[in-house]
């Protein structure tokens, strides 16, 4: 059995075979030794790609999935996460996948003896989200080292941002961070955004994730899109190889005008469809023993 909580526990090596293995499934690779196993899917936190793209690879792979409704279950009454996860073990499910708020919170969770896959933490990791972006890149690109790499936008709250710089560095590339000053918590290498424009292989942007603030960010929309939103006439100045990634959902007019949202350059909608094989991976290596 193998957890996954956060790409800081796998090796290079790991990575690229979960990204081989991916590609494999999306070439129409069958893969049926998971067929029946019972899996619950823990969202504790609002999601809509993480959450339905590992149902979708649940089923691909002929799981039995099971969707945990945190608001109608007796985590209202007071009941812990790790109480919540110890009776889904003893309930006799054979995997799950964990999304809660609190940053590192499978910490607590060394006791449960059924595979885990994090959906994300607070602002920790991201794991498969970020695989699902290498991915991307990977099919793109047919490589990591040497390519160029701006994360643009709220890094501060990005589990996004935060998984990737670590995992992109450790592969080679070089990763700048861009976006607003208080947004910038020091993870990574400023740019300024015109210059990553011109500059960078891969232009990322992060959603300005409002709900997690509690308070007023200083820009508004207009002016965030003026100065550190894409805009078409920012995309037309891009390196004609270049993409533009987005891990969604996205403030369109914000950090994404409307038309750059499916423009030639785009792969938002592609990183999606390569995050059902990403998981699907994920899922077959939680039961592998090698
Ligand atoms: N990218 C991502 O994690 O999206 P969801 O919050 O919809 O799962």
Known sequence: MKNLFTLKDLSVLDIQEILDEALEFKKGQKFTDLQGKKVVNLFFENSTRTHYSFIAAEQNLGMVDTNFNAASSSVKKGESLYDTVKTFESLGFDAMVIRHPQNNYFKQLDNINVPIMNGGDGTGNHPTQSLLDLLTIYEEFGKFEGLKVTIVGDIRHSRVAHTNIDIMQRLGMEVFISGPEEFNDGSGTYIEFDKAIKEMDVIMLL?????????????????????????????????????????????????????????????IFKQMTNGVYVRMAVLKRAFSNE
Not at 213 to 240: A, F, R, W
Not at 245 to 257: C, G, L, Q, S, V
């Open 207 to 267: 959603r300005v994730q409002y709900e997690r603030h509690g308070y007023e960010i200083q820009l508004s929309k207009e002016e965030y899109l003026k100065n550190y939103g894409l805009t078409m006439d920012k995309v037309d100045i891009m390196k004609p190889h270049a993409i533009i990634m987005h891990p969604a959902p996205f403030n369109r007019k914000t950090e994404i005008d409307d038309d750059v949202v499916e423009c030639k350059k785009s792969r």
